[in-house]
Nanobody
């Protein structure tokens, strides 16, 4: 069982930056592939970024590529999402997700493949 707690959300003007953190409980964090998703009002939850167990591989949605960076620190049981050049359309509740997986190179972009989810943190970008 993994429990996830996001933090770092807030309000920022367009063009600004935020760093989200997701702290995980348990001693098996390094055995989990991690991902970030977001859900805007009235829209379905969508994939943002994913990272492998070791952090050596990453994958991004086209809408955030070049602006967002996912990373992790397995010693701190934490995954991060550095968001730069934020746009109003990035406004959403951001969720981190975890999935135990044997393959060290696995990158998971499908929401249905994650078993563990955080409660979310709100990001609001004003124009």
């Amino acid at each position: 069982q993994v429990q996830l707690v996001e933090s770092g959300g807030g309000s920022v003007q367009a063009g600004g930056s935020l760093r989200l953190s997701c702290a995980a409980s348990g001693r098996t964090f390094s055995s989990h592939a991690m991902g970030w998703f977001r859900q805007a009002p009235g829209k379905e939850r969508e994939f943002v970024a994913a990272i492998t167990r070791s952090g050596g591989g990453t994958y991004y949605a086209d809408s955030v590529k070049g602006r967002f960076t996912i990373s992790r620190d397995n010693a701190k049981n934490t995954v991060y999402l550095q968001m730069s050049s934020l746009k109003p359309e990035d406004t959403a509740v951001y969720y981190c997700a975890a999935q135990y997986i044997n393959r060290p190179t696995a990158l998971i972009a499908l929401m249905t493949e994650y078993n563990f989810w955080g409660q979310g943190t709100q990001v609001t970008v004003s124009s």
